[in-house]
């Protein structure tokens, strides 16, 4: 049993590393050559899959089902995010463009970074899934890479045109996860 458990997480795990690499290509944005912050950031990504794909073949663990849970809810707030700008997608991480518009719907509506929050699951995930505490060394860097590129849109979003709507938005909307009184709203 251990086996096809181990080959479905791996492919479950893969299918999202896929998406968000798919992302990167044909979704984001991008205004000039790739900023060296999201180059540090694939990087590390392949790395950290990588080291995912090498723990697996010790077998998965027997947190399997929460790992297929949070690779599911990964995907599926990814692929929300996806539909919510997909007419007016976002730029790369770490780019240095000045926002130009605000998303509040979809996803938006709960958390500031849902692309964010899907990889962190992922990355959560990864780590489950393999029976070593160094696994959590990818989610601990990663989550650090995401919390850097939020805060540095934040910021730009502080320095732009949009700043007053943005503080508002920051009111209502958790940084990566819902604020209780966004889910609660009627």
């Known amino acids: 049993m251990q086996a096809p458990l181990t080959i479905i997480t ?13 992302a990167v290509k044909k979704h984001f944005r991008q205004t ?18 990588a080291w995912f794909a ?6 998965v663990s027997q947190a399997w089902p929460l790992v297929l849970a949070l690779f599911a809810a990964s995907y599926c707030i990814f692929s929300w995010a996806v539909r919510a700008t997909r007419h007016t997608p976002p730029t790369l991480a770490f780019d240095t463009d000045q926002p130009s518009f605000l998303l509040r719907h ?7 970074h849902p692309f964010y929050l899907a ?13 070593t505490v ?8 990663m989550a650090a890479l995401y919390f ?6 934040e910021r730009k979003f502080a320095e732009s045109d949009l700043s007053s709507a943005y503080a508002a938005y920051r009111a209502q909307a958790g940084m990566f996860l819902p604020r209780p009184s966004a889910l609660f709203a009627s």
């Open 148 to 153: 850097a590129a939020a805060t540095r849109e």
């Open 134 to 141: 160094l696994a959590w060394a990818a989610p601990v860097i």
């Open 119 to 131: 990889y962190l699951l992922f990355w959560t995930a990864t780590a489950l899934a393999a029976q």
């Open 32 to 49: 000039g050559a790739m900023p060296p912050g999201m180059k540090l950031t694939s990087g590390l990504s392949l790395l950290g899959l």
């Open 54 to 59: 090498w723990h697996l073949t010790a077998g």
């Open 10 to 22: 791996g492919l479950a795990g893969l299918a999202c590393f896929a998406a968000f690499s798919w």
């Open 106 to 112: 979809g996803p938006y509506q709960y958390v500031r």
